[in-house]
């Protein structure tokens, strides 16, 4: 949970917000083709959890389940199937097709401000060849056009090098910081970015 993000709250229209919940309502895949993310269901709590027990995946995440447990995951799996029929969240993963995760995206939905934020991580055997930066700017076009969305509102620790590098590249802009707290309790200091949808396209055309 991170209190007071997005930073910028503009409130949209009754239509309109129906509209970005039915939109997550009924998402099936983030992306398109070979490289397309599905949702996340009961059954990948195990290959999940083995694939979040690496820091270099779960250390810079404040939103995972703390203790990170099979048990847990699998609750986790489940809210976020609860906050998709909310019209709230939504939760991916990729995997190789033989039951290994290659990666997750975990998108937090603010509908009645038409804004979001994608969270995630790649295997590390995928770190440093620029996948995250591209995945990471197809599925903020992707939340603009599917999901409807404004706004995008991104976080990440001081010590996330990567992700603070990718989101200055991509044209956010910062926008102060927050406390994040985790699932068990625990607080974090987050820097925050944001982009509005004409930023991003004017940024990054089609
Ligand atoms: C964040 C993450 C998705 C980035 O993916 P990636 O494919 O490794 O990143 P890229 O190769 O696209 O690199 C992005 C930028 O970070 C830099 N970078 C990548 N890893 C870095 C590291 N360990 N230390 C310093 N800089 C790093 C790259 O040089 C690049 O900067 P540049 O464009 O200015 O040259 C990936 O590191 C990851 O899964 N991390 C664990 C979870 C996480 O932090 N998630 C984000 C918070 S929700």
Request: proline fraction near 5%; hydrophobic fraction near 40%.
């Amino acid at each position: 949970m991170a209190e007071g993000i997005p930073v910028t709250r503009i409130e949209i229209p009754a239509s309109r917000i129906a509209a970005i919940r039915e939109a997550v309502r009924t998402t099936t895949h983030l992306g398109a083709g070979a490289e397309a993310s599905r949702l996340a269901r009961a059954e990948d709590a195990p290959a999940f959890f083995t694939f979040l027990s690496d820091p270099a995946v779960h250390a810079p995440i404040y939103s995972l389940p703390r203790p990170l447990t099979e048990a847990n995951v699998l609750a986790f799996i489940e809210d976020h199937m609860a906050q998709r029929e909310a019209g709230e969240g939504l939760l991916f993963v990729r995997d190789n097709g033989e039951g290994r995760i290659l990666g997750y995206s975990d998108i937090q939905v603010w509908p009645h401000w038409a804004a979001g934020e994608l969270g995630g991580a790649l295997h590390p055997s995928q770190h440093r060849q620029g996948r995250g930066t591209r995945g990471a700017a197809e599925s903020f076009t992707w939340m603009f056009e599917a999901l409807h969305l404004d706004l995008i509102c991104e976080t990440a620790s001081h010590e996330n090098i990567a992700t603070q590098r990718m989101l200055d590249g991509l044209g956010f802009a910062r926008k102060g910081e927050v406390e994040s707290t985790r699932s068990d309790g625990t607080t974090r200091a987050s820097l925050v970015w944001e982009i509005t949808r004409d930023d991003w396209f004017r940024l990054h055309p089609a």
